[in-house]
C-alpha cells in the first residue's frame, strides 16, 4: 500500500513539475513579448521594404520610399493614444533632429487605435502639442500597417539607402542599439 501511495505521489509531483515548467516558460515569453524585441537584419536576408500607402500627410508633401532611395528611412508605426508611443517620441524626435542633415528620413506612420485616433484635425493637434517636425501620415485603414505585417503600438522599422528593412524594434527600449544601427546604415555606401 505505501509503495503505490509513493508511487502515486511521485506521478502526481512529476505531472505538476512539468506543468509548472510549462507555465512558468510562457509565463516567460508573455512577460518578454510584452517588453518588445529587436532584430537587425543583414541586408542579403532582407527584402525590399513595402511602399507607404496614401493617407493624408502632416509636416510633408506625400512621400514615397522609392524616391527616397540614398536615404536611411525611420518609419515608426504609433497613434497618439499610445502611452508607450508617447514614450519613445523623445528619442525618435531626437533621431529626426540629429540625423536629419547626415542622410535620415523619419516618417510617423499613424494607424489609430480608437475611433478618435482617426480624426486628423485631432491628430494634427497631438502632432503639434507633441513637438513631432517630421512627416506624418495618416494609416486608418491599416494599409501599410498590414504591408508591414505590423502586431503592436510602437513598432520602428529601419530601412537602409537600397530601400531594405534592416532592423526592427516592437515596442519601447533599445534605444542605444537603434541609434548605433542609424549610424551604421548612414555609414553604409550605397
Not at 524585441?37 to 527584402?47: F, G, I, L, V
Amino acid at each position: 500500500m505505501d509503495r503505490r501511495r509513493n508511487m502515486l505521489i511521485g506521478i502526481v509531483a512529476g505531472v505538476l513539475m512539468v506543468g509548472a515548467l510549462s507555465y512558468a516558460t510562457g509565463v516567460t515569453k508573455l512577460i518578454r513579448s510584452s517588453f518588445g524585441s529587436s532584430a537587425e537584419y543583414k541586408s542579403s536576408e532582407t527584402a525590399t521594404a513595402p511602399e507607404l500607402a496614401t493617407g493624408e500627410w502632416i509636416n510633408s508633401e506625400p512621400l514615397k520610399l522609392k524616391d527616397l532611395r540614398g536615404r536611411v528611412v525611420l518609419i515608426e508605426f504609433w497613434t497618439f493614444g499610445c502611452i508607450n508611443c508617447r514614450n519613445t517620441l523623445p528619442f525618435v524626435n531626437s533621431w529626426a533632429d540629429r540625423y536629419r542633415e547626415k542622410g535620415l528620413t523619419v516618417i510617423g506612420v499613424h494607424s489609430p487605435e480608437f475611433d478618435e485616433e482617426r480624426n486628423i484635425e485631432y491628430l494634427r493637434r497631438e502632432v503639434t502639442s507633441l513637438g513631432i517636425r517630421y512627416p506624418v501620415v495618416t494609416d486608418n485603414d491599416y494599409q501599410t500597417w498590414n504591408a508591414y505585417k505590423v502586431a503592436a503600438w510602437p513598432t520602428v522599422f529601419l530601412i537602409d539607402k537600397q530601400g531594405r528593412i534592416r532592423w526592427t524594434r516592437v515596442g519601447e527600449g533599445d534605444y542605444d542599439e537603434a541609434e548605433r544601427v542609424i549610424q551604421k546604415l548612414i555609414g553604409e555606401k550605397v
